[in-house]
């Protein structure tokens, strides 16, 4: 019965072969050469697979045709498929010399993807040889030319192929990685679904060779099901037969046995002899490892009956293959000798039509010879026309690139120069005070600006220099042995004073455990330095930053960093890692475009992963995976001597700066009534170029800074000053929006307006003054010429400043009315400290939460009222309470404090003494 069984599976087998063959016939039969080597190229991807002869006749017939048409893109194929099927025989030498054709043809062709095929096929020729190294190379090369298409069938291909690499070579982590990424693109890509489910089986062999045998059982069950699922019969009994064997190991014989059964029965439905012998091998293990010996060995006689109808079967399907392509020879030679025999006929009878009718003949001839001519020409043009047709399109097509490549390096440039600019102009000037001597007690504030912006441009540089060593490929990885847990503290407590300075909560989360591994430290903190630096830069006041450390699994660690700060929308995050993107026109956000290309370069280069979530208004959120397993790294690449914690980092970058709001001083508004000074409001959100400004002007006039368009002009609605210095990029609202604005208003349309920007295009000049600015100024400027123009336009409004004067009182609101709005949040902030006085954990964001507020609102609201941030309004009415109980003698030091909510005396005495100017101890 048995043996019936067998008879009829080989037979089936034999059927669809016999199928295929036909098509092949039809095929060879195909009159249009075109459409013959599309069906040639198609029909090899199944024969690779099933006949390497057959597949190398049709690689010989592909040639042939190619010729015919002289098309270098099948001839190409042609190449590609000759070396694939020599592989396949064992020829490897010849099979590199077909490889080697089609990439000498593939190179004048300029095909990114036909190369990235060679280089396939290439590679694994090396990796069949052992030669890994050189397999590897070719590997990397083909992947690097698919990489913008990362879900493509040739991708997961690549994946696949170089995990059999990793795994011949003995590097089994690489081997999963590799396989994990080819399974993760199969199984979203159509048609890749059986590639996906055989690279799974690799991966629970993989295991099974490392004697994981529970991860052999949940890999092969994944593949299990997925086959369940696609109906894939072959693929059920693989997956099952595998999970079988993972259960035999693991002593679970009852699971064993089920499975091995589903194995049989789906090897049964899918004509699968080998299968079914696998399965029935794995099953007489099964019952002997049991200790039932009697069905071990009923199923160790079927194994051996299965092999040896295998091997007849095999003898059989050679024999028939043989008998096939004979058959095939002997009818190619009986249709060209039946071609000869026609042409003989043919030949004789217009010999006597010659002979008999000459004229008659003649006459027909030249009829078919100008028939043929006419359509000859028709084809000739309709061709032609196609060919002007497609011409135009592809120079379109190129003309439309070159536009974008000429509009991205404009945009590029114009960025780097608008970067420039402005610490040129930061350079430029403190160095003009310092040669004229203009404000000696300022020399040291020039100074640190110089050197601070002198220090910027080289950052700018440095990045372009690191762009260009990541492009050459010189930027080479020396991981050595550190904590990573030591290390990214280590890089945090670098911005906690930044974090004081722009009133942000900053916290960062660590595991209790080391966290030990082999990872590249200056990569990775250039890494999280920049991720940190934007950080900051686009969180605004009053927000939070969160660095987390996870340790994922015992190799692998993950790196986030969370902000509350803008976000970035969802049609931008995509685009968020390309070179030379911006996506906004302000200072603070504005940048060359290459910083963040970077990171994701740099963590490529390091094996890794880094992925970003993001909403705009609620924050960003950056996460970094890396593997710290030495396997990751070659010997040579591991340096010998490590720095552990050796504490030297790199200099925080400025443009954490750049972005620090400047503080409204309330207190120092009042002086603005008493000074005879003109009154200056500068709206520039870059504080170098800000206080440059200020220290310039400040002899002549009473200064106001804003570091955007929308404090200015809410600034300039409530002072109404003299005279306006504007930047163009801002944040919020740009220099044209606040000039329009300013002019639309009655309240400051006579007020004149100086713009001062980086931007010195006519066409940016000239939109300046349509929106209304008085004057145009480019950086970077004279200082001296900045004052003449101030006072000159001052001369020229002279007039109308002094109506603006009587009318600015007018618009004072009554005093009571502003008392009354702001009384009632000041005695509930006041009464909520009061509350929670003694407590020293009520801070900030518990202050935030009573008063139905986030952080960021309060801040906004405490600093405008009282010039004063939350947290210096708490300590101060701490250490107010605790004066009064000194001074009526309530208790000792130590019990003051505590009860006042420090958390100790020696803290509390610091902080007494920076407020009042002495010790407690002075006022017992």
């Known amino acids: 019965m048995l043996k019936y069984k067998l008879s009829l599976l080989l037979t089936l087998s034999f059927v669809l072969t016999n199928a295929q063959t036909v098509n092949y016939q039809k095929i060879l039969k195909e009159k249009n050469d075109s459409i013959k080597c599309l069906q040639l190229i198609e029909a090899s991807d199944y024969y690779k697979y099933h006949s390497i002869d057959t597949l190398l006749i049709l690689a010989d017939e592909l040639y042939k045709t190619s010729g015919k048409l002289k098309s270098q893109y099948f001839l190409e194929n042609a190449f590609n498929i000759k070396s694939l099927a020599l592989k396949l025989n064992g020829q490897y030498a010849a099979a590199i010399e077909f490889s080697q054709k089609a990439l000498k043809i593939n190179s004048i062709r300029s095909d990114k993807e036909g190369k990235a095929k060679i280089l396939l096929n290439y590679a694994d ?93 949940e890999l092969a069950q994944k593949v299990y099901k997925d086959a369940l699922s696609e109906e894939d019969p072959d693929h059920i009994s693989l997956g099952a037969n595998n999970v079988a064997l993972g259960y035999l190991k693991l002593k679970n014989y009852e699971k064993a046995q089920e499975y091995i059964k589903y194995a049989e029965d789906a090897a049964k439905k899918y004509n699968s002899p080998q299968n079914l012998l696998y399965a029935v091998g794995n099953a007489s293990d099964i019952y002997a490892e049991k200790g039932d010996f ?27 293959e043989m008998t096939t392509k004979y058959e095939l020879k002997e009818k190619e030679n009986k249709l060209t000798q039946q071609e000869l025999t026609i042409e003989k006929q ?67 440039f114009a960025n780097i120069s608008h970067e420039l600019r402005t610490p040129l102009t930061l350079i430029l000037n403190p160095a003009e005070q310092l040669l004229n001597n203009r404000v000696k007690e300022n020399q040291k504030n020039y100074l640190e600006i110089i050197h601070r912006n002198a220090s910027r441009m ?10 260009s060593k990541l492009e050459s490929g010189s930027e080479k990885l020396n991981p050595g042995l550190y904590d990573v847990k030591v290390f990214c503290r280590t890089l945090c407590g670098m911005f906690e004073s930044i974090a004081n300075q722009k009133d942000i909560e900053f916290t960062s989360l660590f595991p209790d455990e080391d966290v030990v591994g082999y990872f590249d430290k200056n990569i990775l903190e250039k890494i999280l330095v920049n991720l940190l630096s934007n950080a900051f830069k686009f969180t605004p006041s009053g927000g939070i930053i969160r660095c987390t450390l996870v340790k994922k699994t015992e190799d692998e660690i993950e790196i986030s960093i969370k902000d509350t700060g803008i976000g970035i929308s969802k049609e931008n995050v995509g685009k968020l890692f390309n070179r030379f993107i911006s996506f906004s026109n302000s200072d603070l956000q504005n940048s060359s475009g290459i910083g963040l290309s ?70 120092r508004s009042a002086d603005f009534v008493s000074d005879n000074k003109p009154f200056l409001l500068i709206a520039e959100d870059n504080n170098d170029v800000k206080h440059l400004i200020e220290n310039i002007c400040k002899e002549d006039f009473r200064v106001m800074t804003a570091e955007n368009g929308k404090k200015a002009f809410q600034i300039a609605q409530e002072k109404i000053p003299d005279i306006i210095i504007t930047d163009i990029m801002m944040p919020e609202m740009d220099g044209m929006e606040l000039c329009e604005r300013l002019r639309t208003s009655e309240i400051t349309s006579h007020v004149p307006i100086i713009m001062l920007t980086a931007r010195g295009d006519q066409k940016d000049k000239l939109e300046g003054l349509k929106k209304g600015a008085d ?23 002279k007039k109308l400043r002094e109506y603006y004067k009587r009318i600015l009182q007018a618009f004072i609101p009554k005093e009571e009315v502003y008392e009354s709005m702001d009384a009632m949040f000041l005695n509930n902030l006041k009464a909520f400290v009061e509350k929670n006085i003694q407590n020293e ?75 009042f100017g002495h010790t407690p101890g002075e006022d017992l």
């Not at 982590?173 to 199969?186: K, M, Q, R």
């Not at 950086?779 to 001369?795: C, G, Q, T, V, Y």
């Not at 507020?853 to 405490?862: F, G, P, T, W």
């Open 775 to 797: 004057d145009y100024l480019i950086k970077p400027f004279d200082a001296d010429e900045l004052l003449l123009r101030l006072h000159n336009l001052l001369d020229q409004r």
């Open 125 to 217: 020729i090396m990796r069949q040889q052992k030669k890994y190294d050189i397999s590897e190379q070719y590997h990397r090369e083909g992947l690097s030319l698919i990489l913008s298409d990362k879900d493509s069938a040739l991708m997961a291909r690549y994946y696949i192929n170089m995990g059999l690499m990793f795994a011949d070579m003995g590097k089994i982590d690489s081997a999963t990685h590799y396989y994990e990424n080819g399974i993760f693109i199969a199984d979203k890509v159509d048609g890749l679904k059986k590639i996906g489910l055989t690279a799974g089986l690799n991966l629970s062999h993989l295991a099974y060779k490392q004697g994981k045998y529970k991860e052999l059982i």
């Open 458 to 467: 080289l950052g700018l540089v440095n990045q372009l220099l690191e762009l």
């Open 841 to 915: 954990n009520y801070g900030v964001s518990e202050l935030s939460a009573d008063l139905s507020l986030s952080r960021s609102q309060l801040h906004r609201k405490v600093t405008g009222l009282l010039g004063f941030t939350p947290n210096e309004i708490i300590r101060h009415m701490r250490l107010e309470k605790a004066k009064m109980f000194i001074n009526k003698k309530t208790g000792t030091i130590a019990e003051i404090a505590y009860n006042c909510g420090f958390s100790s005396p020696a803290y509390f005495s610091k902080c007494y003494k920076d407020y």
């Open 294 to 320: 009697k069905k071990a060995y009923e199923k160790a006689i079927v194994y051996i009956g299965i092999k040896d109808s295998l091997r007849s079967a095999l003898y059989d399907k050679n024999l028939m």
């Open 598 to 667: 970077i990171v994701r370069e740099l963590v490529d280069l390091h094996k890794g992963k880094i992925e970003v979530d993001s909403e705009v208004g609620k924050g960003t959120c950056f996460t970094v995976q890396l593997n710290l397993n030495k396997k990751m790294y070659g010997e040579n690449e591991i340096i010998s001597k490590n720095l552990q914690n050796d504490g030297k980092l790199i200099k925080i970058p400025d443009n954490t700066k750049d972005s620090e709001p400047s503080v409204i001083n309330i207190t």
């Open 346 to 412: 043919s030949s004789r009878q217009r010999l006597i039509i010659w002979i008999s009718s000459v004229l008659i003949l003649s006459v027909v001839l030249m009829f078919f010879y100008f028939k043929s001519r006419q359509e000859l020409k028709r084809k000739a043009a309709q061709i032609e026309a196609e060919s002007a047709k497609l011409s135009a399109r592809i120079e379109h097509a190129e003309v439309e690139r070159l536009q974008q490549m000429d509009n991205l390096r404009s945009k590029f």
